[in-house]
């Protein structure tokens, strides 16, 4: 069954080939300009001995391709794997074009992808899409499939897009079952996710906006690794994560330090979209030993940053300067206190915001400030609902955001019993549930936000169904959230 949007092209589904065995993509919108994306391959020896391979690239108002409004030729090359990011401009704002490429004498599937609304309109509705972590062993990529079925006006996604290790369980295999750590392994391991045809599927239906959390790279990181190891390893990470996302070509990395990815989107005056990147600037983590009391010196440590100082300021600007009516904030993991326990005993999980309190403190400050916050997250492998209130500790006081974390694709979840534990610890969550994957769509008007968490039957299972696991209603001007089925 396709579950296509019209202008999807049904070939996407079929197994693309090469060259474009690893689909197209699109990202990075503004009004007027957006990033297209693809990635020769082939077993040609032909195109592993060249150093430079032409790529025309087309961009249209229909289709069909009958109104080709852009058209151009990008090079692809060896020491950048083949990855072509085309950066078109002079676009009309608030609309949908098609585009596709050409090499060597085939052509790509066909993507759809649009512009932002200008600044100054007031656009009455979107529709966007956010998940997280899809360990391509843990299951098939049914969730994507669905995504693009809902016509989503772009997806955010949170990080987790690929994973270095195998775990003991899996559906499927990575071919390589090692962890990765060189610039090959990265790359191959990215060819071996986006050789998916409904990770394909997902891209093609609309522009993408991409963050990354630590499996990019390796499990939480920084922790304590060398940093003789560390940077080198992140260097070849940090450069494949580019060389397969449709990031402008200014973001491409130098050496261990990536570009800086995080970034603002306004949809007209309705919300402004703040991306963070809560892992590249972080302090370490605090080891389980430093973290078991909560009162501890180290945790409370006002120098330890999730942000960095210039991105936290960044932040603070771009909320405090925002007209718009919301304000999402997309970060990668969980904001809300999230461990388990009780008092004394409450374990604090050291790799999200509960491990930086003081930086979370910050953010607090900021979002007290901000018109209709609302806090996006993954990373969790699971749903969570909830609200940060004006006392992270005290439930019982005001609302100041609403918190909405998506469950993973494919990656495995807490158990039951973790999740009750989660639940029973943290009650200024609304609701949480570990048993399914999927993602969370928004539609997002002037006077209410409606969200809804989608979960796939069976990951196990290519050709899965979805349904929506429960509804949450978020009024403009009230603070707090509702669940609504
Ligand atoms: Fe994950
Ligand atoms: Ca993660």
């Known amino acids: 069954m396709l579950l296509l949007p019209a202008g999807v092209h049904a070939q996407i589904l079929a197994p693309s080939v090469a060259p474009f065995s690893l689909g197209v993509a699109s990202g990075w919108p503004s009004a007027t300009s957006v990033v297209l994306w693809t990635r020769l391959t082939s077993a040609l020896t032909e195109l592993h001995a060249s150093d430079r391979m032409p790529v025309g690239w087309e961009l249209a108002a229909d289709a069909d391709f009958k109104a080709v409004v852009a058209r151009g030729e990008a090079m692809a090359e060896r020491e950048w794997a083949h990855s072509v990011h085309v950066e078109v401009a002079g676009l009309d704002p608030d609309r949908w074009y098609w585009y596709r490429f050409h090499a060597q004498g085939q052509r790509s599937p ?55 290790t195998s775990y003991r369980h899996a559906v499927r295999r990575h071919p390589e079952r090692t962890e990765i750590q060189t610039l090959d392994e990265y790359r191959r391991r990215y060819a071996c996710y986006k050789g998916d045809p409904d990770l394909q599927a997902g891209h093609a239906a609309c522009p993408w906006l991409v963050a990354w959390d630590d499996h990019e790279v390796r499990n939480n990181y920084p922790g304590h690794l060398p940093l003789e190891y ?11 994560f580019w060389e397969h996302m449709p990031l402008p070509e200014r973001l491409r990395p130098d050496g261990p330090t990536m570009r800086r990815l995080y970034t603002h989107f306004d949809f007209g005056d309705l919300v402004r979209i703040c991306m963070l990147d809560t892992r590249q600037y972080r302090s370490p983590q605090l080891t389980a030993s430093q973290v078991h009391a909560e009162s501890d010196r180290l945790l409370n440590d006002p120098t330890r940053t999730m942000l960095g100082e210039a991105q936290e300021a960044w932040l603070h600007a771009r909320l405090g300067t925002s007209s718009a009516i919301w304000n999402v904030v997309a970060q990668q993991t969980i904001v809300s206190r999230s461990g388990a326990g009780k008092h004394a005993s409450y374990r604090i999980a050291s790799d999200r915001w509960d491990g930086y309190p003081a930086a979370r403190g910050r953010l607090m400050d900021a979002l007290r400030s901000t018109a209709n916050p609302v806090v996006i997250g993954g990373d969790v492998h699971s749903f969570w609902v909830g609200e940060l209130t004006e006392d992270l500790y005290d439930p019982r006081t005001p609302p100041v955001a609403t918190e909405l974390v998506s469950s993973s694709v494919s990656s495995v979840g807490p158990s039951a019993r973790t999740v009750a534990r989660r639940i029973a610890s943290n009650p200024q969550m609304r609701y949480g549930n570990g048993a399914w994957r999927g993602y969370v769509r928004l539609d997002i008007r002037r006077e209410h936000i409606d969200a809804a968490l989608r979960a796939v039957y069976d990951v196990t299972s290519p050709d899965t169904g979805a349904f929506t696991l429960a509804t949450f209603l978020n009024m403009a001007d009230i603070p707090g959230v509702v669940r609504t089925s």
């Open 110 to 164: 066909v993507g759809r992808t649009r512009t932002l609304p200008e600044a100054t309109a007031r656009p009455a509705h979107l529709r966007m899409v956010f998940t997280s972590c899809q360990h391509y062993e843990g299951g098939w990529y049914g969730a994507h499939r669905h995504i693009a079925a809902e016509e989503p006006d772009f997806v955010i996604f949170l990080g987790d897009y690929i994973y270095e």
């Open 230 to 240: 560390l940077l080198p390893r992140r260097a070849a990470a940090y450069q494949a």
